[in-house]
Structures are given as structure tokens and as C-alpha cells.
């Protein structure tokens, strides 16, 4: 059932635009803040064939993992992770997320970005400087300008400050 975007907090509820309560039903769509900035299995399937599979088991919403790194990167995606999305092929990392993020707006899921790491590769360790949205390589002017201020489509929700804090920066 679609929702009418924006949507927002009403005390502990989350609310639609129009004030109804949304219940979020969620999957996690993985792989795309890591290596090489893709979402995974768009090699083995169609990127509406996932989302409407999604969708079709009744879920509402998609928490998609992006990293940092992805915004700037200009070589395309190499062709073997696109082998079910021929249509994708030349594009970089970010409009591979772009059009997957359309594939599953299409079937009226709620996207939720989500700003996994900075760079791209395997979180989590205390080492690593991704528990907060800057670090020695990315500035928070950075952050700012660049996941925080894309274009969304409804029903996307705003890309969220990332996710992944380190016990070494809770104290």
C-alpha cells in the first residue's frame, strides 16, 4: 500500500503525510557501501525482479547501505556485476544505486538510505575510521555535500549520519 511521502515522527509513531501510521516491514539490501560500491545480486537478477520479490512477500521498506566513497567515484561498475542488468553497464557506482533506488520506488517500497561507511570496504573494527561521518579522509563539509544533499525520490527517507559507531568512540 503506498504512502503518501514525506514521513515523520508523531511521539513514538511514524506517520505518513497525510498522519496515518506507516509500520515498517523491512529487508536489508546489502553489499553496496562495501567493494566497488554495488548492491548485491544485480550479477544473478534483474533489479525489478528483486524489488517487486520484495515487495510480493509484503514488505514496505529497503534500508540501503551506501558509503561516502561512492558519490565521487567516475569509472564504471566492471561489467560482471551487472550480468542480469546489461542496461547498467558504464554506469558508476552511484547510478547503479540511483536506478536500484528506482526499481524499488516503483513498487512502492520505502527506501531508507543509509550511510554505512565513508569509504567503501568491510566494516567494523575500532581502526577502521568509519565510526563517525568524517574522519582524516572525508571532512564533514564533505558529508554534507555530498549523500546529505542528492536528490531523493519519495518515498525515500533522508540518507541517515552512518551507522556503524565503534565502542572506542562511545566512552
Aim: aromatic share 8%; glycine share 8%; proline share 8%.
Amino acid at each position: 500500500m503506498p504512502v503518501a511521502a514525506p514521513l515523520s515522527a508523531s511521539g513514538r509513531f511514524v506517520v505518513d503525510a497525510t498522519g496515518n501510521r506507516v509500520r515498517l516491514a523491512g529487508v536489508n539490501w546489502y553489499v553496496a557501501s562495501e567493494d566497488l560500491g554495488v548492491p548485491a545480486g544485480l550479477d544473478r537478477t534483474h533489479r525489478r525482479t528483486l524489488a517487486r520479490n520484495i515487495a510480493r512477500h509484503g514488505f514496505n521498506s529497503v534500508r540501503f547501505p551506501f558509503s561516502v566513497w561512492m558519490i565521487g567515484q567516475t569509472a564504471p561498475v566492471p561489467d560482471q556485476y551487472l550480468a542480469a542488468n546489461r542496461d547498467l553497464r558504464g554506469s558508476t557506482p552511484v547510478q547503479v544505486y540511483d536506478a536500484c533506488v528506482r526499481a524499488l520506488t516503483d513498487e512502492d517500497l520505502i527506501v531508507i538510505p543509509n550511510c554505512h561507511l565513508l569509504d567503501f570496504g568491510w566494516c567494523c573494527s575500532n581502526t577502521d575510521e568509519n565510526g563517525l561521518w568524517f574522519n582524516d579522509r572525508w571532512s564533514k563539509a564533505q558529508f554534507i555535500g555530498g549523500p546529505g544533499t542528492r536528490p531523493i525520490s519519495p518515498p525515500c527517507t533522508p540518507p541517515s549520519a552512518t551507522s556503524s559507531t565503534r565502542s572506542t568512540l562511545i566512552r
